[in-house]
């Protein structure tokens, strides 16, 4: 069943209509995710199986076997697609190349290994790089405008970054910069494509890559359709994990991230439609899985919202953020269903996070969360941040909005805060935040709210008193 939009908004109705709206409202909205979850297909193959040793890969974990990968995807998509067999044995790789038909499985008894080079990322490709279109480095496994294609199978990919290659690009002493080298920070670098936004340049003129230091996802399908991401162990990546960008009808099931490095995100699904992420555990350098829909000129521009994601049975370890939205997230981000997650780690800072400031904008709508259990989190069960960033952006002329959004059986036993929201002064941004049945423990400060519209608690409890007010 396709559910449009207009479908979408008379579920929605149909179920105030029989009650109290917020808890119809509520009961409506999971009935909309489970009709999205339907929509949400599973990509089929050929039954026929090509392996890469056939096409002159060599396990020794030293030969460089980009040709013969490439080489095995481009006759399999020809010939009608089937499966990329990797097997047996330590395989190093540089840039792969995904392309219509073809699931890329590799063994539980390989590891695929990426060059530290930069060249074996070259030539440029189209991207966004922190929600600024580019082209930069391809991604370590890149698609674009392909359908009916999987990365599967229950072996490991290495993305082979530390403190001595790729991530002391972004900087600073703890990424194993030392004083004297490039970064991002440049003023030629991440500025540069900042400039490139806020400036409107075509994209087509934004040509990254060498000399540019910014850092390549580990794998990014852009335009695609039908994407499967299931059951490996990816670890130490450059930059973001897991990339769908533009995309539609993505699966991300049973993966396990590992990956600590600066700005290693573990999912960012980014501008994508119907979106399933289950069973997958998170141990990242920062958000565990972030909802992105595009920056500032660029996200408008596109006007592509992430939208119908269902995030369910996933384990959040290290991380910035359990499930975040933004920052970049012009483009609008809504019907975003979280469920039956854990979440537990003193180096996890926020189970629920949204951030964005005035120069994003973009409306962020139907936020849907229940039946999370928390074990701690350094900061806040639930954080909104209309500023994020905002010191080191200044301000803009795009206000955000946020509303609708709802906790349902929700607890914790360790933070600092249960709830910090933080709208913008004068302004009426974020409103109608609901948490209902909720119960949070070793709470530390009391609730900080500032600059909020209408926030609703239903059998709330904090430290063992019931909360009827934030002001409480």
Not at 117 to 143: F, K, M, Q
Not at 178 to 187: E, F, I, N, R
Not at 312 to 341: A, L, P, Q, T, W
């Amino acid at each position: 069943m396709k559910l449009s939009k207009a479908g979408i908004a008379i579920l929605l109705m149909v179920f105030c209509i029989k009650g109290t709206c917020q808890n119809n409202e509520q009961n409506a909205a999971w009935a909309v995710a489970d009709s999205i979850s339907k929509t949400i297909t599973e990509p089929v193959f050929r039954d026929k199986v090509y392996n890469i040793v056939d096409f002159g890969a060599i396990a020794n974990g030293m030969t460089l076997n980009t040709a013969a990968i490439n080489a095995a995807i481009t006759k399999c998509s020809l010939e009608g697609g089937g499966r990329v067999l990797i097997t047996n044995g330590v395989y190093l790789t540089g840039a792969i190349l995904m392309k219509n038909n073809v699931d890329l499985h590799i063994d539980g008894s390989a590891v695929l290994k990426f060059s530290t080079e930069p060249n074996d990322y070259l030539p440029v490709v189209r991207t966004r790089w922190e929600g600024d279109d580019c082209y930069n480095y391809s991604p370590l496994i890149y698609a674009d405008g392909q359908t009916n294609i999987a990365v599967t199978g229950k072996g490991t990919l290495d993305g082979q970054a530390n403190s001595e290659n790729w991530w002391p690009w972004k900087g600073g002493a703890r990424n194993g910069w030392v004083k004297g080298t490039p970064s991002q920070l440049d003023k030629n670098c991440r500025p540069q494509l900042k400039k490139y936004n806020d400036t409107q340049v075509p994209v087509e003129k934004r040509q990254m890559g060498k000399g540019y230091y910014l850092r390549p996802q580990f794998i990014s399908f852009i335009n695609c359709k039908n994407i499967k991401l299931e059951d490996f162990t990816i670890k130490n990546s450059p930059f973001w994990v897991l990339h769908p960008l533009l995309s539609q009808n993505v699966i991300v099931r049973g993966v396990t991230v590992n990956s600590e490095g600066p700005n290693n995100d573990g999912c960012d699904p980014e501008s994508c439609k119907n979106v399933l992420i289950e069973n997958c555990t998170f141990n990242t350098g920062d958000d565990c899985i972030a909802l992105k829909s595009g920056r500032d000129f660029d996200g408008r521009r596109a006007n592509a919202p992430i939208e119908n994601v269902i995030i369910r049975n996933c384990f959040m370890r290290k991380g910035h953020g359990g499930v975040s939205m933004g920052s970049e997230i012009s483009g609008g981000c809504r019907n975003i269903f979280i469920e039956n997650c854990q979440m537990s780690s003193p180096e996890l800072d926020r189970a629920i996070l949204i951030k964005t400031n005035n120069s994003r904008g973009g409306i962020t709508k139907g936020v849907y969360v229940r039946n999370v259990v928390v074990g701690e989190v350094k900061d806040a069960i639930l954080s909104i941040n209309c500023s994020y960033h905002i010191n080191t952006e200044g301000e803009g002329k795009f206000l955000p909005q946020i509303k609708n959004v709802f906790l349902q059986n929700v607890t914790s036993k360790k933070s600092t805060f249960a709830i910090w929201l933080d709208g913008i002064k004068g302004e009426q941004c974020v409103d109608n935040i609901n948490l209902e049945n909720c119960v949070f423990t070793g709470v530390k400060q009391t609730n900080q709210i500032n600059n909020i519209g209408k926030v609703t608690l239903k059998n709330v409890l904090i430290n063992g008193k019931e909360l009827n007010s934030v002001e409480e």
